[in-house]
């Protein structure tokens, strides 16, 4: 039954984590009708999973925090490589978003004197990260969606339907359609069903996330495939940064069954730190020049912090995540690696049971269930895993606009934000900033717009693209995913040589044919098989962009690690890799990064700048002129 559903909407979002529910809160409030699609159920979504918190200078525990202090860590942290103008916006309203969130309802844990509390983060200068204990992303996304059934009321109340703001879950978007450069609805399945829909809308927010399911080891789940990503670029939009991917320095490694899954960053704010197989605290020897003056070289210092930050340097243990990933990488290379590949991470030996238990009850319950360690009395096992892609569509930083009008993107699926590498707690603070900004736009839009029609033809062609793996007779998807896992895991990892780049791209040219005839068994109800096989195409088209763009940035900076290019190149620094489609085949672009503001050059010292930027640059700064 080829039958196919149709709906249509204002404003259609696709991707219900914290950038989705925001952005359809914000286009609902505008007046707009809104559906929500989300490929899991719903709330289920890696915001739900995130553990730390959310980063904003509110400065209730250090009242030298500000939005400048932030800005500066998120450009620091990204190695200025950030779209500076989306940094700003994002360390300027990320308090206001997070105020917002208590008046729908979130509670905040709470310091002392009653102000919501703010912990300790990689690359934060202070206390930034409003937490609630170690699930964070649970009370988000739970207010969020609590907001969207008080709308889902107020609608009721006021005598309208319950169908200006609709949520359908378990269900993907496997095509969008577009007319004369811009979008015009979507078209999708049903995951119980199978059943197809096509949705009308003349403006439409991606907030799909990232796409770690291309790689073996990852703490992403299953739904990460790239969908947004390449649903975007097939429309005729751009991805810029693929290149750069984070892998979180700390995800377990034992039992195999369960590596990858994430052990929070908290840990080592709360207190922890990294041990090698001597038991050397190996950090204090990975601290790269730019942050020698930010880093404590020796235990005492950096364990002073803790308790007086004004006066002593950080620990090292929480520079950023890429230096921390690569140094453990290191240790476990150098033979000083733990029994099964990576490194102990202990804060048994340094906090209380009792403060353990409040701080980190989820770690504590996962190590319990998951590994049999009792993480109160004795150290993790933990090494890199493949956590967060900072590369993704490009926007306009005001408006969240795409290339193709009428269509949005916020959140992991949109790139430019965390520009090399991300500081943890900024995607938390940055899906509801531009999550809000992209409901806005995407309202707007719609409210200038035609309601757009869908052809039969273009329906009915979607329709024929979704149902090819069942009349194919080539491989298993599983069989071709793992295919794809191997080559990004062996050769486009944390560590990359031009020579394995190329490889990479030959092994993925080969896979390319072998997907287009990847073959789905059975019917089309509950067939994670067939639902795989569609999925393929956009880990393709994704890892196939960040092979390419990590061939031609031939330097090393933040989640991007080039062995035979060491060093950062303050000529790359200027130029962000943009890759678009042509004919169906990937076609990567150079373009410059936006020039920052005169003032924003000012927050920083001169002697900074000249680590990442070239005289001609940092010159121009305001400092210069004092
Ligand atoms: P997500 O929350 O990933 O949601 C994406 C949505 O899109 C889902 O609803 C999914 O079903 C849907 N979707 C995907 N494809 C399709 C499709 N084809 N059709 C329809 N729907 C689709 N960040 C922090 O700032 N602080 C933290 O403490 C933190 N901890 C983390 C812990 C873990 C274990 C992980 C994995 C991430 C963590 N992060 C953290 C990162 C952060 O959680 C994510 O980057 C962020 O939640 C992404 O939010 P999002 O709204 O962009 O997308």
Request: charged share 25%; glycine share 10%.
């Amino acid at each position: 039954i080829n039958e196919v559903e149709h709906l249509s909407c204002d404003v259609l979002v696709i991707g219900a984590g914290g950038a989705g529910l925001r952005a359809a809160v914000e286009a609902r409030l505008a007046g707009k009708s809104v559906i929500v699609i989300s490929k899991s159920l719903f709330g289920k979504a890696h915001t739900v999973m995130a553990e730390g918190g959310a980063a904003a200078a509110m400065g209730n525990v250090n009242a030298n925090d500000n939005w400048q202090v932030h800005f500066r860590d998120t450009m620091r942290g990204g190695k200025f490589l950030n779209n500076y103008r989306m940094a700003e916006l994002h360390a300027q309203e990320a308090p206001d978003r997070i105020w917002e969130l208590e008046t729908y309802g979130a509670l905040f844990d709470r310091t002392a004197d009653g102000r919501i509390s703010q912990r300790n983060f990689g690359g934060h200068e202070y206390p930034r990260l409003a937490h609630v204990g170690d699930r964070t992303g649970l009370e988000l996304i739970r207010t969020l969606q609590q907001k969207l059934v008080s709308l889902q009321q107020d609608d009721e109340a006021a005598g309208e339907s319950r169908d200006r703001l609709q949520v359908i879950d378990e269900t993907t978007i496997t095509e969008l359609f577009t007319a004369g450069g811009a979008v015009k609805g979507a078209f999708g399945y049903r995951r119980g069903t199978g059943r197809f829909m096509a949705i009308a809308a003349p403006a439409i927010v991606l907030a799909t996330g990232g796409i770690g399911r291309s790689f073996k080891v990852t703490s992403n789940s299953w739904e990460y495939t790239g969908d947004g990503h390449a649903l975007a670029l097939r429309a005729g939009a751009k991805l810029i940064n693929m290149e750069f991917i984070q892998f979180h320095p700390t995800g377990m490694v034992w039992p195999p069954s369960v590596r990858g899954i994430l052990v929070t960053e908290s840990v080592r704010g709360d207190g922890g730190v990294l041990k090698n197989s001597d038991g050397e605290r190996f950090m204090f020897g990975y601290i790269p020049e730019v942050f020698k003056a930010q880093y404590a070289d020796n235990p005492d210092e950096a364990d002073r912090w803790y308790t007086d930050p004004d006066h002593n340097r950080r620990p090292p243990e929480l520079l950023p995540r890429d230096e921390v990933a690569r140094a453990i990488n290191a240790e476990v290379k150098a033979g000083r690696g733990t029994e099964h590949g990576g490194v102990y991470l202990d804060i048994a030996s340094r906090r209380s049971a009792e403060y353990i238990r409040e701080r980190l009850p989820s770690m504590h319950h996962q190590f319990k269930e998951l590994a049999d360690v009792d993480i109160t009395a004795a150290p993790m096992e933990v090494g890199p895993t493949c956590h967060y892609i900072m590369g993704g569509i490009e926007v306009d930083a005001d408006t969240t606009a795409s290339a193709v009008a009428g269509l949005f993107a916020a959140g992991e699926v949109s790139g430019g934000m965390h520009g090399s590498n991300r500081l943890g707690g900024n995607s938390l603070s940055d899906l509801l900033v531009f999550g809000k900004r992209a409901g806005e736009y995407a309202a707007a839009h719609a409210s200038a717009a035609e309601s757009p029609k869908l052809s039969e033809a273009e329906i009915a062609a979607a329709v024929e693209d979704a149902l090819r793996p069942f009349g194919n007779d080539g491989e298993n998807p599983y069989a071709l995913q793992d295919a794809m896992q191997q080559i990004n895991g062996r050769l486009v990892g944390i560590i990359r040589r031009a020579g394995e780049l190329e490889e990479a791209l030959t092994e993925l040219a080969a896979l390319e044919e072998r997907i287009a005839n990847v073959t789905a068994i059975g019917g089309r109800a509950y067939n994670p098989g067939w639902h795989l096989a569609l999925d393929l195409r956009n880990m393709y088209v994704c890892s196939v962009a960040t092979a390419m763009a990590a061939l031609e940035r031939d330097e090393s900076r933040g989640g991007h690690t080039r062995e035979d290019a060491p060093g950062m190149d303050p000529q790359w620094r200027k130029v962000n890799l943009v890759a678009s489609l042509e004919d169906g085949a990937v076609r990567l672009e150079r373009k410059a990064v936006p020039a920052m503001t005169p003032e924003l050059l000012g927050l920083f010292e001169q002697t900074e700048l000249s680590k990442y930027m070239t005289p001609e640059e940092y010159q121009s700064s305001p400092t210069e002129e004092e």
